[in-house]
């Protein structure tokens, strides 16, 4: 079968959760918690709820570094006017 493996729907369907996890940030450990879950549960509903409660906490920390990001940039651009103002007047 030149080498290729074949995965099944499950296992396909796990490295999926794997990869996008990674993508937004999550641990390996993160996700391994959320898949023995759903294989401790097989309604799902642990693993959903886990992940609802995961992703809450994820978008509240991404909100509050926005905000941070946004009170530090308008900082630095305050800072840069003054200093162009300062140059401006120097000439």
């Not at 992940?51 to 941070?68: F, H, M, W, Y």
Request: charged share 35%; aromatic share 6%.
């Amino acid at each position: 079968m030149n080498g290729a493996r074949v995965y099944s729907r499950r296992e396909r369907g796990r490295l999926s959760l794997i990869l996008r996890g990674k993508r937004v940030g999550y641990s390996l450990d993160d996700i391994r918690q959320f898949l023995d879950l759903y294989d401790a549960d097989r309604t799902g509903r642990t693993q959903l709820a886990y992940l609802e409660s995961r992703l809450v906490a994820s978008i509240d920390a991404l909100e509050a570094k926005r905000r941070d990001i946004e009170m530090t940039l308008s900082e630095l651009r305050q800072m840069k006017s003054e200093v162009d103002a300062r140059l401006a007047t120097e000439d």
